[in-house]
């Protein structure tokens, strides 16, 4: 993106987009527009300078943690750099009280945004500044926000097919932002930061920290038998971490785990995990389970270090004990009817590659198979979450006021560009769609002597860019300093669907009118 002159480096994780990145995300930005406009979206523009209040409202000013770009005015009134738009857009609405005959109500807008990135890298991947569209719904109930959130899921798929980037809708994790509905939208690519876990027999797709699966391994029915024995027999007050965790280990079916929950500067063992043997636990998992609020996170402690004398002295009457749910399924399968009172079941296990598939429709038929991703979009089923802490309602048919349901739903607009870079090139450099390329068509005159044949070369420029579909998308490449091979190189570095070339054939066909080379970039045919 450098070399074709895209964008420049401003410092660490901050770019400038040159007119060639620009007119890129432009033609973007138009599809979204256009896509967005569809299913009722109105476009809006919303405060990149965000007061502290609201954020404090909504808990989250303590939760972004380092993440956020905070400042003072002069007044020492605390202020953000947006992150992104929930508590505004939700008092915004919030204060019209709105009617319900006003429902659905979609905005949206396509701007900047700033996260305060630890390790700024990719590029336009992982940027402290970046171009995000971000669309908010607002509806009655959870069943009508159930059903936008599906309208905009489509749309978003039409987004997609337009920019021709097959991007999959992956089940995903809610993060900081919330909701207990989600989907990412991934682009499958090697330089992806994120791992996507998907099913070929039915289709179904995952982000790693969300995905759910059996494990190729789970303990019969007697090894769970003498499992819950021993849970029955060692969770007393004497006891000792140390001795369960000993204890499960010599059963040889089993993985076991601590959990450290942090609690201020300090960090206490509050959890003891058994999973299957061979499996980790995932610390998305588990802090969802224990309620742990990034940017805050559990430690995960191994086997051999809960056996250490560190935790010789922990008296298991302070420890709860978590098992697998996959230990559960198979219990339940197995009718097996010693009923363990001192541990619950969570799902608290890592999936990964080889793992059968466990969703509805596939239920272990399917072997997961792991890919990276790059992440383009991820939208959110909010519920409540936020219309409840801002106090945002709605009056019902009924004259009474309820609050309203949300959701939200982001797209990525330079990751985008960037993922399109990555997506559409070949080994000579880029290779644009049509739709989204900078421009369509590209002019050159090889000679860079001939006076007459660079005149022939505008006058072709103005000729193809008076056709309609054209108009405003040639380039010409009118330099006389550089070789005509250069040119050449360029032009298919650059990547434009329609090379046009003024060269030897031009002057010596001796036809009327002159012949030009027209090369098509994609499929390299003249």
């Not at 519920?383 to 709605?394: M, Q």
Request: aromatic share 8%; with cysteine.
């Amino acid at each position: 993106m450098l070399r074709a002159g895209l964008l420049r480096q401003s410092t660490s994780g901050v770019f400038s987009l040159l007119p060639l990145g620009l007119r890129a995300v432009e033609k973007i930005t138009r599809i979204i527009d256009s896509e967005m406009q569809s299913i009722g979206g109105q476009k809006v523009q919303l405060p990149l300078l965000l007061p502290a209040n609201l954020w404090r409202q909504s808990g989250r000013w303590d939760a972004m943690g380092s993440e956020m770009f905070r400042l003072k005015d002069r007044k020492g009134i605390d202020y953000c750099l947006a992150p992104t738009h929930e508590e505004t857009i939700t008092q915004l609405v919030g204060d019209a009280r709105m009617s319900y005959r006003q429902l659905p109500l979609l905005l949206y807008q396509i701007g900047v945004k700033y996260r305060d990135e630890a390790r700024p890298r990719q590029g336009l991947l992982r940027g402290r500044e970046f171009m995000m569209k971000d669309m908010y719904s607002f509806d009655l109930t959870p069943q009508d926000a159930l059903v936008t959130y599906e309208t905009v899921l489509q749309a978003y798929a039409r987004v997609f097919a337009r920019l021709e980037l097959p991007a999959r809708a992956a089940n995903a994790h809610s993060g900081l932002i919330g909701g207990d509905h989600t989907h990412e939208f991934h682009l499958l690519a090697p330089s992806g930061s994120d791992f996507i876990l998907f099913c070929s027999h039915c289709g179904y797709a995952s982000n790693a920290e969300a995905a759910r699966s059996y494990p190729p391994f789970v303990p019969a029915a007697e090894s769970l038998q003498r499992l819950n024995s021993v849970l029955n027999l060692d969770h007393k007050s004497e006891t000792r971490v140390t001795s369960l965790v000993e204890s499960i280990a010599q059963l040889g079916d089993y993985a076991v785990f601590g959990v450290r929950q942090p609690q201020g500067e300090q960090s206490a063992l509050t959890h003891v995990l058994v999973l299957p043997r061979g499996q980790v636990p995932n610390p998305t998992q588990v802090a969802t389970v224990l309620r742990i609020i990034p940017p805050a996170e559990p430690e995960i402690i191994s086997t051999d270090d809960l056996k250490s004398e560190q935790f010789s002295n922990t008296p298991l009457s302070d420890i709860a004990v978590m098992l697998d749910s996959s230990l559960q399924q198979q219990r339940q399968q197995q009718q097996h009817s010693n009923n363990n009172s001192n541990a619950i079941y969570v799902n608290v296990r890592q999936s990964s590659e080889g793992d059968k598939c466990s969703s509805g429709s596939c239920n272990g038929h399917g072997t997961l198979q792991n890919q990276r991703g790059i992440e383009l979009g991820h939208i959110f089923y909010l519920g409540t979450k936020y219309s409840k802490l801002l106090n945002a309602k709605v009056q019902h048919r009924d004259g009474s006021f309820g609050l309203l349901e949300m959701g939200c739903y982001g797209l990525g607009v330079t990751r985008i560009l960037a993922a399109s870079v990555e997506h559409f090139r070949d080994k000579h450099g880029m290779v644009w769609p049509t739709h989204l390329a900078p421009y369509k068509v590209i002019v050159a005159s090889l000679d860079n002597k001939d006076k007459a044949m660079q005149e022939a070369a505008v006058a072709l420029w103005h000729s193809i860019d008076n056709l309609g579909d054209y108009t405003g998308d040639v380039l010409i490449d009118d330099r006389t300093d550089v070789s005509p091979g250069l040119k050449m190189n360029e032009a298919r570095f650059l990547g434009l669907p329609y090379v046009v070339l003024l060269g030897r054939a031009y002057k010596t066909a001796g036809a009327s009118p002159p012949q030009v080379e027209l090369q098509l970039r994609r499929t390299g045919q003249v």
